[in-house]
């Protein structure tokens, strides 16, 4: 609020720039106060949620609806009605392995195999990035110095877009990058990093963590905050071990929120593509190919693209965000806790 | 102007109803005072009068017109609001001009009627600051003045004060009774402080749980309370309530024995009190004064607060608390024996529905 | 430096250190160079020319070998220290290089070739900044036109974002009607449907709109978030109804109620999810990629993915560019970071 100074005359610039929006809204509202006068006040709330929902219906749940129907159809046709309807055959189609175990032996193997990326990538980014995030949190919320400097440090790449993040870590990872030339002053032969199937798997969790890892830590670190600091002054009173304090003391009142995160951490390790895609298009060959590349690809840029194919498995993925986000309504009830979407 | 009627007004959110079949007519230039406790439906019913809740039975009339479904804007009524409701982002001018700009009013004119409320209210020096910039008495003249520059047919204040200090209450208590008298316009005024209720009103309307218990000038209500309820909530402090049974009943001639072992004749009018029944006796702490001798009701102290130009004793007579305010400064001592006398006080009598009993004490 | 470094590292109250004391140290100074690092890097090597990215091993600051023209040599020579079988030092010129000998000349003298084994010589370098790494791809690429498109769709976006999710947020915290919870239960349930579950049925809605190829079909999908109504909601609901009430009695219309009081108090919310609708818009990728298929709708993101993606990546170009695209963000990060990190721990968006 700014201190108006008693007696002041003329307008300021702030009011001059408003004079086009002032009068462009005076102009709407004559039609609206009809509005109101016809419909009453119900009238005006639809007035006021109906751009919302339009856009919101029209992008949001009428695609959601009509993916089932894209899910039951064949051909390499887009639109809804020049397509033949197969039923369940996209499923079968998904699910038609000889072997359940080896996605080599089923029709449609880079499903199974980025599947079976998608679930390691989880396991593994899912775990280093709670690990991550915990310490750095705790570290954090340790009496320090210029404690918000600190943690813009691990914030940072939060913002950075996903192409970026890509970019900046295929140029380190390139063979005469940052890292060979660090491990060669060290005496180690430089390596093609992204070359390598499984150093380019590595690659892709370490980025992802990189890159989001400072989001993490500051929600769990507003958690710890939350934490009464009595109740640590209570715990040094009666001579409690670190250890033992983080234990039962911080671990428990934490868990709520950290249940929320490790919940948002799966939702979004799922759904992961942007910076994979830049960092190692799925390759070398398949070994770091998601399921969203996957259905990117099935459906938009092979040549011979399925888009009833990508529907289905899209399908069962939101089948398993809708069970996870779900999960994570029921987590975050109890703490008021919003999730998030972009 | 300014003639407000209410016929069988209801009001009920869901299942539960909140105002139940009000009827109340309001005179030009009159100054009414809905009180009750809190959850009786006073606020709920200004607000029905302001057009801010519709009502779900029966009809408003202001100026002889139902206005029932016309919108609160069209209703000619100005409101100051318990939290005052000031636009936070807006200059005190602003907040006044905002109302009169809404109605296409020409800049020449809103400038005079701030001018002419601002002098009034004096609070001209405060009109490029915000709201924010303000102390509370400052605020409250401004929400006041909000209302002031729309001239009304009638002003509805819902609990203007209570977010004052004591002191400043006191102070915006008359200048709100001068106001009145000034603008000389209908001012309906929502409280549950009866001490404002008693100094402002022309008329005070007593609500509890959504029904009028009593309509009446300040005096009416003091002297002569229709019930139980009433007689409790106006007057500070509290009437004094004695339980007693009618021990004989005999055309127009009643006894009762009270609490205490004080017995009384009861020169009732109608035959309603049979023997047996029960009967409550209230007096003002006012009106109770300490007797001499072994006359009145004996009674012990319990509690002495000596306040200097009056002493409130707070007595128990067999196990009933009966509070006396004496005029002057007593010695007296906590766990004392003293006689209470009734012999001089104006004495209400409630039936066992709380109902009052006319009488020629 | 030396006072700011003691300034971080001083412990408070002074006590003896303790091993976490060294844990959080260790941590938190690798962490400044593997968050900072990076970036850093990109930004030294944006300025490096071709030559110089193509070293190994590379140099932290941009050098280049200083060149010579040489008379009747058509190209500008490489310069170079070089010790003779004499013992004595010359700055000659490289002619060219057959194995590990070098024929030389000295570029006062340009007649004689010198025969110089390569151990003996070290090229003759100075820093040099390649500004047109940042200048070509704006003169003879189409990079000004995607940044163009990324600001018209950021700032679209941002704006249709606010005013629609604002008037959403307005409906259901200040109004009561029926069908109020279904709505906001349907808004909720779209938190469980990410864009890549629908990609597909999407792509098709905007192409039957009109809207394939269109930066209005990048701009559309996004603008109704629901994390927008959910805190512009949330904001809303602290502010008191009386207020409201009071607008009415003066005779404001609904609209002006939702203009003139509401959204300059909800201004706070309103920054916030502006700098995040700002962040996501700017950032979006794996959308546009599906939607803009011709070269001169693509967005900053779009463009450099697919730049770095061909055979023949110009790394002097898509580092530079990569800069340009960090940069709004980086102002973003610097100015309002304490902002956005107090926004995030109150409300868990991102």
Redesign the interface.
């Known amino acids: 609020m700014t201190a108006d100074v008693p007696g002041r005359t003329g307008l300021s610039l702030s009011e001059l720039a408003m004079v086009p929006v002032r009068l462009a809204m005076s102009f709407i509202d004559a039609p609206l106060r009809w509005v109101q006068k016809t419909f009453g006040l119900g009238g005006m709330a639809t007035f006021f949620l109906l751009p919302n929902m339009l856009i919101f219906g029209i992008f949001v749940l009428l695609p959601f609806f009509i993916n089932f129907a894209y899910s039951m159809t064949g051909g390499t046709a887009l639109f809804l009605p020049d397509r033949s309807f197969v039923g369940t055959d996209q499923y079968a189609r998904l699910f038609d392995c000889a072997n359940y175990l080896d996605p080599n032996s089923c029709v449609e193997d880079t499903f199974w195999t980025a599947v079976g990326n998608t679930g390691w990538f989880v396991v593994l980014q899912v775990t280093l990035m709670i690990g991550f995030s915990l310490v750095t949190a705790l570290i954090l919320n340790r009496d320090l110095r210029a404690r918000s400097f600190w943690r813009a440090v691990f914030f940072f790449p939060v913002l950075l877009s996903p192409v970026v993040v890509g970019l900046i870590w295929k140029w380190i990872l390139q063979r005469q990058g940052l890292l060979n030339f660090g491990l060669f002053s060290f005496g180690f032969e430089p390596h093609v990093w992204l070359n390598d199937r499984t150093w380019s798997f590595a690659a892709t969790v370490g980025v992802s963590i990189w890159a989001h890892m400072g989001f993490y830590t500051l929600i769990i670190l507003a958690g710890l905050q939350a934490i009464p600091k009595d109740l640590y002054e209570a715990a040094e009173m009666d001579g409690t071990r670190t250890s033992r304090v983080f234990l039962r003391i911080t671990l428990p009142l934490l868990m709520p929120n950290l249940l929320v995160v490790i919940v948002l951490v799966l939702i979004r390790a799922v759904q992961i593509f942007d910076e994979v895609y830049v960092l190692t298009g799925g390759g070398p060959g398949t070994s770091t190919l998601y399921l969203t590349q996957y259905i990117y690809e099935t459906g938009f840029a092979t040549q011979l693209r399925n888009p009833g194919l990508a529907a289905a498995a899209s399908i069962l993925m939101g089948v398993v965000l809708v069970v996870l986000t779900l999960l994570q309504l029921g987590l975050s009830r109890p703490s008021e806790k919003k999730g998030s979407r972009k | 102007m300014g003639h407000i009627k209410l016929t069988n007004v209801a009001k009920s959110f869901g299942s539960i109803d909140v105002l139940h079949e009000i009827n109340l007519e309001i005179a030009d230039s009159e100054f009414v005072v809905f009180v009750g406790p809190s959850g009786c439906g006073k606020s709920t019913l200004l607000?029905i009068i302001?057009?801010?809740e519709k009502p779900t039975g029966g009809e408003l009339a202001i100026d002889g017109k139902v206005v029932n479904s016309v919108?609160?804007?069209?209703r000619g009524?100005?409101?100051v609001?318990?939290?005052y409701?000031?636009?936070?982002?807006m200059?005190v001018r602003q907040n006044l001009a905002?109302?009169l700009e809404?109605?296409k009013m020409p800049t020449a004119e809103i400038t005079e009627r701030i001018g002419e409320a601002a002098r009034m209210l004096e609070i001209e020096?405060?009109?490029?600051?915000?709201p924010?910039?303000l102390s509370g008495g400052q605020r409250q003249r401004v929400a006041i003045g909000?209302a002031i520059v729309?001239r009304p047919v009638a002003f509805l204040l819902d609990e203007p004060l209570s977010n004052l200090d004591a002191e400043l209450r006191g102070s915006t208590r008359a200048e709100i009774a001068a106001l009145h008298s000034r603008l000389s316009a209908t001012m309906i005024y929502v409280t549950h402080d009866q001490v404002e209720a008693m100094t402002l009103a022309d008329r005070i309307v007593v609500l509890r749980a959504g029904r009028i218990e009593q309509i009446g000038t300040p005096m009416e209500l003091y002297n002569s309370p229709t019930n139980r309820f009433v007689a409790g909530f106006i007057g500070s402090p509290h009437m004094n309530f004695l339980e007693g049974t009618v021990e004989s009943s005999s055309s127009g001639k009643a006894v009762a024995t009270f609490a205490g072992g004080h017995r009384l004749d009861l020169p009732v009018d109608d035959a309603s009190v049979a023997t047996g029944s029960r009967v409550t006796l209230g007096v003002r702490p006012q009106h109770v004064s300490i007797g001499t001798g072994t006359e009145g009701i004996s009674a012990k102290i319990k509690l002495v607060e000596a306040l200097g130009s009056e002493t409130i004793v707070h007595t128990d007579v067999a196990g009933q608390k009966i509070l006396v305010v004496a005029p002057g400064q007593h010695d007296l001592a906590p766990g004392a024996d003293i006689r209470l006398s009734l012999s001089a006080a104006p004495l209400h009598l409630f039936n066992e529905k709380g109902l009052r009993l006319e009488h020629a004490l | 430096m030396s006072r700011a470094v003691e300034f971080l590292f001083r412990r408070k109250g002074g006590k003896g250190w303790h091993w976490t004391d060294i844990v959080t140290w260790v941590w938190l100074v690798g962490g400044l160079f593997i968050m900072f690092g990076p970036a850093v890097w990109l930004v030294g090597s944006s300025f490096k020319s071709p030559a110089a990215l193509a070293e190994f091993p590379p140099t932290i600051l941009p050098y280049v070998t200083q060149k010579a023209t040489v008379e009747a040599y058509d190209k500008p020579l490489d310069l170079y220290e070089v010790t003779l079988e004499d013992g004595s030092k010359a700055t000659l010129a490289e002619v060219r290089r057959i194995g590990v000998v070098s024929q030389m000349v000295d570029p006062v003298k340009p007649g004689e070739i010198v025969k110089v084994n390569i151990a003996n010589r070290t090229p003759v370098r100075q820093m040099s900044f390649a500004a047109e790494n940042y200048t070509e791809p704006f003169t003879h690429f189409d990079f000004v036109r995607y940044l163009w498109n990324s600001v018209f769709v950021t700032v679209t976006a941002t704006l249709i974002t606010l005013v629609v999710n604002s008037m959403a947020a307005f409906a259901l915290s200040k109004y009561e009607f029926r069908g109020r919870t279904f709505a906001m239960l349907l808004i909720l349930a779209t938190l469980m449907v990410p864009l890549s579950v629908i990609m597909v049925p999407l792509y098709s809605i905007v192409s039957v709109l009109g809207l394939f190829n269109n930066l209005w079909g990048v701009i559309l999908p996004t603008v109704a978030t629901p994390t927008g109504v959910f805190i512009l909601r949330q904001y809303m609901l602290t502010i008191p109804d009386e207020l409201i009430d009071a607008a009415r009695m003066d005779k404001a219309s609904e609209w002006q109620i939702y203009w003139r009081i509401i959204l300059p108090l909800t201004a706070p919310a309103l920054a916030v999810l502006a700098i995040f609708s700002v962040v996501w818009r700017w950032n979006d990728f794996l959308w546009p990629l599906i939607v803009l298929s011709r070269k001169e709708l693509y967005t900053l993101q779009v463009g450099l993915s697919i730049y770095s993606g061909e055979l023949n990546v110009q790394w002097h170009f898509i580092l530079a560019m990569t800069v340009v695209t960090m940069i709004p963000v980086v102002l973003v990060f610097l100015f309002l970071q304490r902002f956005i990190t107090t926004g995030i721990a109150g409300t868990g968006l991102k």
């Not at chain 2, 919108?71 to 069209?74: F, G, K």
Request: glycine share 8%.
């Open positions: 607000r302001a057009g801010l919108p609160a804007a069209d009524l100005a409101m609001f318990q939290s409701a000031l636009y936070p982002h200059s905002f109302g809404n109605t020096r405060y009109l490029d600051r915000r924010g910039q909000r729309r």
